[in-house]
């Protein structure tokens, strides 16, 4: 039996296809269209889906959207009505859309993929809670799901209990987390829906400055985690901005222009919003776990992917695991939805063995065999070496070692924001030039962006304060005691300054306040990553090497060895790994023998 999930139309639209409950394959639409958060009805993702297990539309039992489009169309109207005639021009913006398409998803599904079977519409923080508790290793779990807004909710909380979900509480919007975030994203001069994680790893360069003023005028917390907001400071509900006049007064001055110069005022905001977000999400995590009496939590929505807050929840929390959806925004509402239909429409049985997530590494996407890459080198004229699967992993850790930075374009792509070792670009921990290197000449991105670590799974006690899992990218903990270098130097610095100082013996993947956003590795879901890892720690003692993206700034990861050869040549990329095949930069010059395709993406 086969159900497909989507979720569309709000940012990061993607598709999922589940046969017999297990979870086949999952896609952002944004990997195809190469428009990063792409927000259109997914078909490139769905046709992968299909395609990828041989199927048509007409064979799926049923297909299953991430929410109710008549009820998030019921809030956006009662919103408009509420601050009329304030929001005519967000109004006349979102209407057409809305008439025009959103509203008649029920056809336009049917029309898309000429399909006439069942189509169900559970509810967005359902399809969140579903994505959170289904593919979990936990037979029973407490539930948490936090984003912006879905329908009407922004928070809730429930119970998952074998097949079934049942959700407790809720908060309404306009109060919501996420937006409050959302809104210093904005204000910090970041773009809303993308630039959140950018607020995120700017918090530890700043000070709370800001932390009282925004509790004490912007959001009213009770002890028990549930808040309500001040519309006094806000614009998202009737204007095209998230922030008005009042907060920048409260504040001292308009929003940061995006692409100037950060100042220690955006730093200070980024920490102390940081700041109040994980004291919020500990509130209501300790406020769930007395309702619910569970010793298990999992997590998704968009706030679920700050990482900072779900390792202090880890550390400091009072569940004793915790499992956070990979694809944690609305992309990951496509598998919530799918698996609703499986195991709360269709009434399967579940069972989960208490260790073991059914998310198979989240390595979900295209992949691409030995012949269609070779294939894809060989009409291009691009110069590469074969190696053998044995040989890999040491010629990737000796060039690493040496300072180069590496592309690795290997099996399934992921699903979700996260790389996880199979469309990575890799430099070596150790250099403390190497976060500098990686973010101005191969990403094209901010300077004080931070860097992820990835570690063999037997090692990360050795390196770090982790004692759990963390195969997605998605804990932070800090750098072990005994490998930091602390010195005087770094008292007397303040601001983007901290950046030069060398704090760990892996410094390029050191935040400067002696963390990492953790990624552990296994044979068992990515053995070829496994492998490098293994290899790097054998011969070179160092069993972390840093993990980021394959792709570069504005742009969404790389999903085909044409996208990944084209990152490769725009950047300062030394070579690439794709399957078997070896590419050197420097034998990429250009000569009458090149096709035209391959000259258009040469560097000078």
């Known amino acids: 039996m086969y159900i497909l999930g989507i979720s569309a139309f709000y940012h990061d639209s993607a598709a999922c296809l589940i046969k017999d409950g297990e979870i086949i394959s999952a896609a952002q639409e944004e990997r195809f269209t190469r428009e990063k958060h792409d927000y259109n009805f997914p078909i490139n993702a769905i046709n992968f889906c299909l395609n990828n297990s041989g199927i048509k539309s007409s064979d799926l039992e049923l297909i299953a959207f991430y929410d109710k489009p008549f009820l998030k169309f019921d809030r956006l109207l009662e919103t408009y009505l509420t601050f ?45 809670a579903a994505s959170a508790f289904f593919p979990s290793p936990f037979q029973e779990a407490a539930i948490l799901t936090m984003d912006g807004v879905g329908e009407w909710t922004t928070t809730s909380f429930g119970v998952g209990k074998g097949n079934r979900i049942n959700l407790l509480s809720e908060i309404k919007f306009p109060h919501s987390l996420g937006l409050l975030y959302s809104a210093f994203t904005y204000y910090t001069g970041f773009r809303v829906n993308s630039g959140e994680y950018k607020v995120m790893g700017l918090a530890p360069y700043g000070e709370p400055k800001y932390k009282d003023i925004i509790l004490k005028e912007l959001i ?223 990403k094209f991105r901010e300077s004080f962006r931070p860097f992820a670590p990835s570690v063999l799974i037997n090692k990360v006690q050795d390196y770090f304060e982790l004692t759990e899992e963390s195969p997605y990218m998605l804990l932070v903990a800090e750098i072990k005691r005994e490998r930091r270098r602390e010195s005087n130097n770094d008292k007397n610095v303040f601001g983007i300054d901290k950046l030069n100082v060398v704090r760990s013996d892996i410094p390029a993947v050191t935040h400067v306040d002696y963390s990492a956003r953790i990624q552990t590795v296994s044979e068992e879901t990515n053995s070829k990553f496994y492998d490098l890892l293994k290899y790097l720690d054998e011969k070179y003692g160092c069993a972390v090497v840093v993990n980021t993206s394959f792709n570069v700034r504005g742009e969404p990861i790389v999903c085909t060895p044409e996208d990944a050869f084209k990152c490769f040549m725009r950047t300062n990329m030394d070579y690439l790994f794709m399957g078997n095949f070896l590419i050197d930069k420097k034998e990429q010059a250009i000569n009458e023998e090149k096709s035209d395709w391959q000259k258009e993406f040469l560097l000078d």
């Open 84 to 128: 009329a005639p304030i929001g005519i021009k967000s109004f006349i913006k979102a209407m057409p859309l809305w008439i025009k398409e959103k509203l008649w998803m029920k056809d336009l599904i049917q029309k898309k993929l000429s399909y006439e079977g069942r189509i169900i519409f559970p509810e967005h923080h359902e399809s969140h």
């Open 220 to 442: 009213n917390v009770k002890e028990d985690g549930s808040f309500k907001m001040n519309m006094k400071y806000f614009n998202y509900c009737s204007g095209l901005t998230m922030t008005n006049k009042n907060f920048d007064r409260l504040f001292g001055g308009p929003a940061r222009k995006p692409e100037t110069k950060l100042t220690q005022r955006e730093m200070d905001l980024a920490r102390s919003v940081q700041d109040v977000t994980e004291e919020i999400v500990l509130k209501i995590a300790n406020h769930v776990h007395k309702e619910t009496s569970m010793k298990n939590l999992c997590l998704a929505g968009g706030v679920a992917l700050n990482c900072v807050v779900n390792g202090r929840l880890l550390r400091e929390g009072p569940f004793e695991k915790i499992w956070i959806q990979p694809a944690a925004g609305d992309a990951g509402g496509a598998i919530g939805a799918a698996l609703m239909g499986w195991y709360v429409y269709k009434n399967q049985l579940r069972k989960a063995d208490g260790k073991n997530d059914s998310q198979k590494g989240s390595f979900l996407g295209p992949e691409f065999s030995e012949n269609e890459v070779e294939k894809f080198l060989t009409s291009n004229k691009i110069s590469y070496k074969k190696i053998a699967d044995a040989e890999m992993s040491k010629a990737a850790a000796d060039l690493i070692t040496s300072e180069n930075v590496v592309g690795w374009f290997q099996g399934k792509m992921e699903f979700g924001p996260r790389a996880l070792g199979a469309r990575s670009i890799l430099g070596d921990a150790r250099s403390p030039k190497m976060q500098s290197v990686m973010n101005l000449k191969i």
